[in-house]
């Protein structure tokens, strides 16, 4: 019996391991879409200019207080920061490292999950260009080329500095009616290795999920929408981590849906197998020999315990 009770044990442990949500967004091969995608992309490979280069971030900032009074936000993860501001029909985002790992690409995306959200995914290259590639995927794998965006984006390769401890890529894209904006962040340090659009990403190195408000109107404390990872708009620098709109402190990224299903498919399977089945089995041994009520409190167990297998089942598929 000792033995029974240890190797169930072991097997809820094993199972709330296995339950800990993974990461798998943007990751494994794409697939490559006919020329005119990638022909009708060429114009997002533009190239950095030596000007931007040589205003790479560094420990000095300089105040920026043209953006005081207008509408933006800036949010930091400990990686990546990304800043937006509302500039007349238009938002311009930087994404910036604010990690020690080389920069291999950026990536925000316009939704709450990784399905069938818009992405914008930029990367450094070698030539000193760079290249702005739009996505979209059904799942948690890597999205692929997304021809007909609902909004297209463009590089600004003046304002992006792809050197320095903080490289920053920027890019625009037109204004749409929500203010208040769900996004999804990712941070890869290994360079995908190709102009291409399509090139293929090698998974990241963390993601998730975030906010930004841009309908908050920018204070001289805010951080700097363009250079978020490092300055204020007055000038000071900010810390290495927090959201941005003057708050400080760690942001905390909520559960995705399939995130929340393996958790409660850790705890079910914990409760099924160390509780609910030694107690049916534990009932018919011992309590038979005081009660005939023994065998309607068996089978009631035995029903819950069908009912968690279904459930365990549905959690299995999730994977």
Known sequence: MRSIFKSLLVFGLVSLSLARPQDNILQGRAGHDDGDDHDSNDDSHTSTSSAAASTATGSVTSANTALVGMQGDSVCTGLMCIGGFVNGTSVTYTLQSQSSSSVGWMAMGFGS???????????????????????????????????????????????????GSNPKLVFTIPQDSTVGKSIIWAYGNTNPGSDAVDATLVQHLNSGPTSLNLANTLAASDRDPTDPAVSTLAGGTTSDSGSGSGSSGSVVIPLLNYQKMLIAHGVLCTIGFLLLLPAGALLARYLRSFSNAWFKGHWIIKLLSVCHHLYFSRGVNSF
């Open 113 to 163: 999950q990784m399905a069938n959200t818009p992405m914008v995914i930029m990367w450094p290259n070698s030539d000193g260009k760079i290249t702005l590639s739009q996505r979209k995927s059904t799942g948690e794998f890597m999205p692929t080329v997304d021809s007909s965006p609902p909004r297209t984006a463009t590089a600004q390769a003046a304002l992006s500095t792809a050197s």
